[in-house]
């Protein structure tokens, strides 16, 4: 759960349980929380007024196994590689909710390969497709949707594969330009701004990219992204109106697609 300030950089972790009750009324039972900020949850990295820390969220599998899950954290309006070229936190925590240690993610740290761009807001959207490169560590994917690659706000997703100490270990830029991707981005579609990872048939990784697209129609769409072990696209499949097997009409600022998550097999086919 997200706290907004006006300075827009704190974050608040809520554990809660939902039972259910009779006439299906329900009980919820809120039985922690722990704020993250600059002055709380011993966070010890200095955040400054609107960089908009936990703007983007995602929980990564245990990195340095201490049995505790690590928390991603995109803070967009970080301004060290330019105005909102943004930045993210690896957060390790302790059992409480604390955080015991951190790693930022940013052009001068945390050997990003490539340069983030003024306006890019990397950070915006965030998921785990799992251990691509297969070493045994999750590895992270992140939205930059106002980066300006093949036309002004096209986006990017840059595809991190990460140590146990969460620095980057190597890195892979995915736009219209980069990453052997054959997608039909353009000015203002905001590739990146949505994200969410699927397990894919001979677990192969799957990785949804949606768009915000900012454009006159703006009905938007969403890739489906076949990665291989290097986080470069094998494979890619477009989804929106008029394609194969959605037979939805979507209509002018639907932007379909600015949010995405994964249901995992509802139907039993073995397949998300």
């Known amino acids: 759960m997200k706290c907004w300030s006006a300075s827009c950089t704190c974050l608040l972790l809520c554990f809660c349980l939902f039972l259910p009750a ?3 009324q ?10 993250i900020s600059s002055k709380a949850g011993n966070f010890k990295e200095k955040l400054r007024r609107y960089d908009h820390f936990g703007r983007g969220l995602a929980l990564l599998p245990d990195l340095d196994g201490d049995g505790v899950d690590e928390l991603a954290v995109g803070a967009t309006g ?14 390790f925590l302790n ?19 490539g340069k983030l761009q003024p306006q890019g807001q990397f950070g915006w959207a965030i998921t785990c497709p799992g251990d691509l490169d297969g070493d045994g560590t999750a590895d992270l994917a992140v939205g930059e949707p106002g980066r300006d690659e093949g036309g002004r706000d096209a986006g990017a997703v840059w595809l991190l594969l990460l140590k146990p100490n969460g620095e980057v270990k190597s890195s892979q830029k995915i736009s219209r330009l980069e990453g052997d991707f054959q997608g039909g981005t353009g000015p203002g579609f ?7 990872s699927l397990q894919g048939a001979a ?20 890739w489906l992204l076949f990665l291989n072990q290097q986080g470069s696209v094998e494979s890619q499949l477009k989804i929106t109106e008029g394609t194969a097997g959605f037979p939805y009409e979507l209509r002018a600022g639907d932007r379909f697609g600015s949010a995405l998550a994964s249901l995992g ?3 039993g086919d073995g397949r998300p």
């Open 95 to 113: 059992r409480s909710g604390k955080v015991r240690a951190s790693q930022k993610i940013r052009v001068k740290e945390g050997n990003v390969a």
């Open 190 to 196: 905001r590739f990146g701004a949505a994200l969410a």
């Open 203 to 222: 677990s192969r990784r799957v990785l949804a990219v949606g768009t915000d697209m900012q454009n006159e129609a703006a009905k938007g769409e969403i």
């Open 26 to 35: 329900g009980i919820l039972y809120q039985y922690q929380h722990q704020k």
């Open 265 to 267: 097999d509802l139907d």
């Open 78 to 91: 970080n301004d060290e590689a330019g105005e909102n070229s943004g930045a993210v936190y690896i957060l």
């Open 22 to 24: 009779l006439r299906a």
